[in-house]
């Protein structure tokens, strides 16, 4: 008989490790010893950068995959034994949730409930918490497919709990995802937790979302890194965090960009107009005064603040050894010419409609040459319509679009030649290798002979491409997907480069290396409009504009956006807060004109 602490554990595994081999036969571990528990009625989070082996875990946990070595007991079950046992007492919602697009919602319910074998009982019980929790009761009529991504995803929830499971398993829930959508899907986990007392185990790209829970695990390389709660997490960093203001005529993502090349630096971030950073561990003691003789803090005032749960992540990080790549060098052939103050994008009275459906309805914006342009909005704002048009792939129905001086309504094919494009999912030729899919976008760029081996050689360089030259792209790391995608719209070496969620899914070190190689374009003049969910990455950008609905809401400095937001309750918002606010607003106004 077991006792009240055994009952108590939903999940343990002991020593658990996972090998798998590549095409070349070359073996690759996922996991090597990893070991945790997980209580019932808690939320635990697993986070880690790209092939920290946090996917191949969820999978196991689920019994889709048996372990190579260890135990892994799943609600008093020997997993490996039992799959199919465990199976039916879980939940499992993976990173692309298979749902079926040409079917409604209700269609959808009723598909799963029929693979679980729910009773027309149970259904009638279960159904209405289900749509009342997602919010989906007023369009079960709805195909998926013409949901928002938002939508998706809550759908994507309730179908994986039709079957009233014991254990939730979730894999990065939220990829993709606004932030609106975002925290509504968290208020149904926190619900799940809190008054079902379910047991969810889930992996995030978010580290704000890891501080939600009651316990996380850090994981690296296959490893656990570390298992404890968000604040024990935060404690690895005390006394290493600092906010700093960027001395005077320096862009805060300038002087972040300094700050994150430095060895005795683990992290960089600008915040608020601030920059916020992370000394290491082996770094002396930094005071509030203005340092003298450091040429890169000379003019700044730096001040001590508490440190996050992202801060003790970092550190984790560099406490592994793991050398932290230097991107700072990037450096274009030539630095893009023309007058710094000059217009590079001008939208005018713009408007795209498909058929009586107008997704874009009369936006107007600016972009100046060598500025780093946001536009933000929740899914099916008219972001990737908009981008589709810039880029000369979609005609406008009506209005004014010139991109690097032409108008786009006229000249698409000789402005595409001045623009480079990063699409929202990986678009490149996923049986072709790196060096294939760099020959043939070279080539559709019209580039030949030596400057085209020069210009796949600089790609290759600048991005570190060279140890997977010859593997197929669909096999890359997520983050060397995203570092060829570049690499690829960079060769032509446009003067505009269009972004379009580059950093979705990505994880925080692969972020930061992004950003690190936008800012050093933006500073050789490139112009860089970008589309992103991580309100964070906002603070990046010269200027903003958020959409929805296919109008621009608000447009400004972050410093103005923020000040969307600004209330005596909170005085200090965040970019989140200031998206959250310019939306539920101009929603709220619509909806009292609708009722008038």
């Not at 592994?320 to 710094?340: F, I, K, Q, S, Y």
């Not at 290759?460 to 030259?469: K, S, T, Y």
């Not at 690499?487 to 994880?507: K, R, V």
Request: proline fraction near 4%; hydrophobic fraction near 45%; aromatic fraction near 6%.
């Amino acid at each position: 008989m077991t006792n009240g602490a055994e009952n108590s554990i939903a999940l343990r595994g002991r020593g658990v490790s996972k090998t798998f081999r590549r095409a070349s036969g070359e073996p690759v571990r996922a996991l090597n010893d990893v070991s945790l528990e997980v209580r019932h009625g808690t939320l635990t989070a697993l986070v880690g950068p790209d092939g920290a082996g946090k996917t191949t875990l969820i999978r196991l946990v689920a019994g889709l995959m048996p372990i190579d070595a260890g135990a892994l007991t799943v609600l008093g079950l020997d997993v490996g034994k039992f799959p199919q046992q465990v199976q039916d007492q879980i939940g499992y919602m993976p990173q692309k949730f298979g749902l079926y697009e040409d079917l409604s919602v209700q269609e959808n319910l009723d598909l799963y409930a029929d693979l679980h074998g729910i009773s027309a009982a149970r259904r009638a019980e279960t159904y209405p918490r289900l749509m009342e929790m997602t919010a989906l009761g007023r369009f079960t009529e709805r195909l998926a497919g013409k949901l928002s991504g938002g939508m998706k995803q809550k759908l994507g929830l309730a179908c994986t709990l039709v079957s009233a499971p014991e254990l939730l398993l979730l894999d990065e829930p939220t990829v993709g995802v606004d932030p609106l959508s975002r925290r509504e899907l968290w208020d149904i986990i926190m619900q799940l937790v809190a008054r079902e007392n379910l047991t969810v185990l889930l992996s995030t790209s978010y580290l704000d979302e890891a501080e939600r829970c009651g316990q996380v695990v850090v994981m690296h390389r296959g490893k656990a890194l570390a298992t404890g709660s968000p604040d024990e997490i935060s404690r690895i960093a005390a006394d290493r965090a600092f906010l700093a203001d960027p001395p005077a005529g320096r862009k805060a993502r300038e002087f972040q960009a300094r700050l994150l090349d430095r060895a005795d630096i683990v992290d960089a971030v600008p915040a608020g107009g601030q920059v916020r950073f992370v000394r290491s561990e082996s770094a002396g003691a930094i005071s509030g005064r203005e340092h003298d003789g450091d040429e890169i803090f000379s003019g700044a005032k730096v001040r001590a603040t508490a440190p996050r749960f992202e801060d003790g992540f970092m550190i984790l990080l560099q406490r592994t050894g793991a050398p932290r790549e230097a991107v700072g060098a990037m450096t274009l052939t030539a630095a893009v010419e023309g007058e710094r103050n000059g217009v590079a994008v001008e939208v005018r009275d713009l408007v795209r409609q498909f058929g009586s459906f107008i997704a874009v309805n009369h936006i107007n914006f600016e972009v100046a040459r060598g500025e780093i342009f946001g536009l933000l909005g929740p899914n099916g704002a008219g972001k990737t319509t908009t981008f589709r048009m810039l880029c000369g792939l979609l005609p406008a129905s009506s209005g004014t679009l010139r991109v690097a001086g032409m108008d786009l309504r006229r000249a698409r094919a000789s402005a595409r030649q001045r623009i480079g494009y990063v699409a929202q999912k990986f678009s490149l030729y996923g049986q072709l290798t790196v060096a294939e899919n760099l020959e043939f976008f070279a080539s559709a760029y019209s580039l030949r002979g030596g400057k085209k081996e020069a210009r796949i050689d600089w790609a290759v360089r600048q991005f570190d491409l060279g140890e997977f030259i010859d593997l197929a792209s669909g096999e890359l790391p997520g983050g060397f997907k995203q570092r060829l995608a570049m690499a690829a719209a960079l060769l032509h070496e446009p003067e505009l480069l269009f972004l379009d969620e580059p950093t979705s899914g990505a994880d925080p070190l692969a972020r930061r290396e992004f950003w690190r190689r936008i800012t050093a374009l933006a500073e050789q003049g490139v112009t860089v409009v970008v589309t992103t969910h991580f309100m964070e990455e906002a603070e990046y950008c010269d200027r903003i504009a958020i959409m929805d609905a296919g109008r621009v809401l608000a447009q400004g400095t972050p410093a103005e956006i923020r000040a969307h937001a600004r209330s005596d309750a909170r005085p200090e918002p965040n970019m989140e807060d200031a998206f959250i606010a310019v939306v539920e607003t101009a929603r709220a106004e619509d909806a009292q004109r609708g009722a008038a």
